[in-house]
T-cell receptor
Framework: DAEITQSPRHKITETGRQVTLACHQT?????MFWYRQDLGHGLRLIHY???????NKGEVSDGYSVSRSNTEDLPLTLESAASSQTSVYFC???????????FGPGTRLTVT | RKEVEQDPGPFNVPEGATVAFNCTYS??????FFWYRQDCRKEPKLLMS???SGNEDGRFTAQLNRASQYISLLIRDSKLSDSATYLC????????????FGSGTRLLVRP
């Protein structure tokens, strides 16, 4: 069955370190998204991609970057982790613009 | 003002009860709406799309009121398994197809 996976599921890192969160989908979807979820804010879009070599900034993109070198993967990099980036991160993919988004299981990141 | 607003709850109801949630959105030009369900510490999953004419899926009914800019979700005959957070979602109107999420309404169904 097609799926979307994230790794690691849990990560503890120190302030200032570079961290990369992986997202891999086997749906063959063109659209991929990264969100963070914090209490009181709901899900907020960090970056998104509509295809290979395409990346776009979301509403909370500062301090994050993504790259899309193939259809299946959209890794999210925190250039220099900050305590404010402690959050739960969800990756999602969809076939079309207004189609259902399928979410990965999430990565719980703690920056100490 | 947030683009999508929801009452955070929690709504605490007994099994078998009928419960309704509302969600308001700020952009009157919004065209596409959804309800997602999120269980504790899990990923969100699509519950249902919301159509202009309203739509029903088993015990769940979604309605759209464009004039007042709100969407609603009605759950009849609540089950313990309905306990979750319900996220109201609107698609952005800037052609990016980004989803804009409300903060969610928490539902607790008690025996």
């Amino acid at each position: 069955d097609a799926e979307i996976t994230q790794s690691p599921r849990h990560k503890i890192t120190e302030t200032g370190r570079q961290v990369t969160l992986a997202c891999h989908q086997t749906w063959n979807h063109n659209n991929m998204f990264w969100y963070r979820q914090d209490l009181g804010h709901g899900l907020r879009l960090i970056h998104y991609s509509y295809g290979v070599q395409d990346t776009n900034k979301g509403e909370v993109s500062d301090g994050y970057s993504v790259s899309r070198s193939n259809t299946e993967d959209l890794p999210l990099t925190l250039e220099s982790a900050a305590s404010s980036q402690t959050s739960v991160y969800f990756c999602a993919s969809s076939e079309g613009g207004e189609d259902e988004q399928y979410f990965g299981p999430g990565t719980r990141l703690t920056v100490t | 003002r947030k683009e999508v607003e929801q009452d955070p709850g929690p709504f605490n109801v007994p099994e078998g009860a009928t419960v309704a949630f509302n969600c308001t959105y700020s952009n009157s030009a919004s065209q596409s709406f959804f309800w997602y369900r999120q269980d504790c510490r899990k990923e969100p999953k699509l519950l249902m799309s919301v159509y202009s004419s309203g739509n029903e899926d088993g015990r769940f009914t979604a309605q759209l009121n464009r004039a007042s800019q709100y969407i609603s979700l009605l759950i009849r005959d609540s089950k313990l398994s309905d306990s979750a957070t319900y996220l109201c979602v609107v698609i952005a109107m800037d052609s990016s197809y980004k989803l804009i999420f409300g903060s969610g309404t928490r539902l607790l169904v008690r025996p």
